[in-house]
């Protein structure tokens, strides 16, 4: 379960990113290569309209967003579970969903750089420790967690017949542009870099394959394909589609900004808005993500890590 707030709504998760799910021929052809007969996982599934479309005899969800889990159940039949994947706890889910028979392949696509950021979870430990918590309850910090997230990946797979794991995530680099722009905004207004890391401004973990491939050799994977590559990705919705990309996905750094407005006490009156906040970030972007002698189409420089895993 997650008591997290909800951020993701699906009607905008649908209008304006529904390109996400759609661009995976080469995450499900390649990498996954789904069998008539596989029972399988997708971790982060969203809405669930790839999730529906894998050609197998059984597929099952989780995911942390209770709107987008709705449409997944409604729009597309799917038996999905509401999970913070980073409390993946693979005796649970395969006893839930599939009898106890633990899974063929496990499945993800563009959310593991959301589940795998554990910075949230980290600034709640040290709060703790600040309230006198013992270290012993604050321990699962960071790296244990994302290792944690891989060895249950593996512990709900079946042994002994090439059980798969196969994964697309943003990787080192990804929407670098857009995420500069949001620290750059952050910037002006007087929150450096570093603080911006320290609250947790930034939702996101994009990392180099060969951390990636350390999780994976350490739960127990053979990793036998893995890649980082760089896909330009024209955005919806002609030149208003920038800003909607922004607005999506931006949640978080409107939040640390509000917050940060509040901690330095700027009057009601002179606080900046979300709206003009993320008018801002896009203003900066416009001269980058458009083609020059395009000016109705963005692009975002997106960055995919993926990779096809086995447990032995
Ligand atoms: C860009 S969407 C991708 C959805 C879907 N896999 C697709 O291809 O369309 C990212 C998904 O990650 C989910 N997510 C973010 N953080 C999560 C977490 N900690 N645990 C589980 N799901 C999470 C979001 O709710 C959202 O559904």
Redesign the pocket.
């Known amino acids: 379960m ?1 008591d997290k707030e909800d951020h ?1 709504v699906a009607k905008d ?1 649908i209008n304006n ?1 529904a390109f ?2 759609k661009l ?1 021929s080469v995450l499900v052809d390649d990498f996954l290569r789904p069998q008539p007969t596989d029972t399988i996982l ?6 669930g ?3 529906s479309r894998i050609p197998c005899n059984k597929i099952y969800g ?4 209770a709107s ?1 889990l709705e449409v997944a159940r409604t729009n597309h039949g799917l038996n999905v579970m509401l ?4 409390d993946l706890n693979a005796k649970k889910v395969v006893s839930e969903f599939n009898n106890g028979i633990f899974f063929d392949k496990v499945m ?4 593991l750089h ?2 795998l950021n554990t910075r949230d979870r980290e600034n709640e430990a040290e709060a703790k420790l600040n309230a006198g918590a013992s270290s012993s309850e604050t321990q699962l910090l960071g790296d244990t967690i994302r290792q944690n997230f891989f060895n249950q990946v593996f512990a709900s797979l079946k042994s002994g017949v090439g059980a798969v794991f196969a994964a697309e995530m943003g990787g080192l680099g990804n929407v670098a542009e857009i995420h500069t722009a949001f620290l750059a905004t952050l910037a002006r207004y007087g929150m450096t870099p570093a603080e911006a890391q320290r609250v947790g401004a930034s939702p996101w973990f994009f990392p180099h394959e060969d951390t990636i491939r350390n999780l994976l050799e350490i739960a127990g994977f053979v990793v036998e394909k893995i890649e980082r590559v760089y896909r330009s990705t024209p955005l919806p919705h002609g030149n208003k589609g920038l800003l909607e990309w922004i607005k999506l ?1 931006g949640f978080s750094f409107v939040d640390a900004f509000e917050k940060f407005q509040e901690r330095k006490n700027v009057p009601a009156a002179e606080r900046v808005s979300s709206e003009r906040f993320l008018q801002e970030v896009c203003d900066l972007l416009t001269t980058i993500c458009y083609d020059p002698q395009d000016s109705k189409q963005a692009y975002a420089g997106y960055v995919r890590l993926r990779w096809r895993a086995i447990k032995p």
Not at 62 to 65: A, G, I, K, M, T
Not at 83 to 86: E, V
Not at 108 to 111: G, L
């Open positions: 997650t993701w998760y990113a996400v799910p995976t997708d971790i982060g599934c969203g809405d309209a790839l999730t989780v995911d942390s967003s987008l999970l913070d994947g980073r993800s696509n563009a959310a959301w589940v996905f």
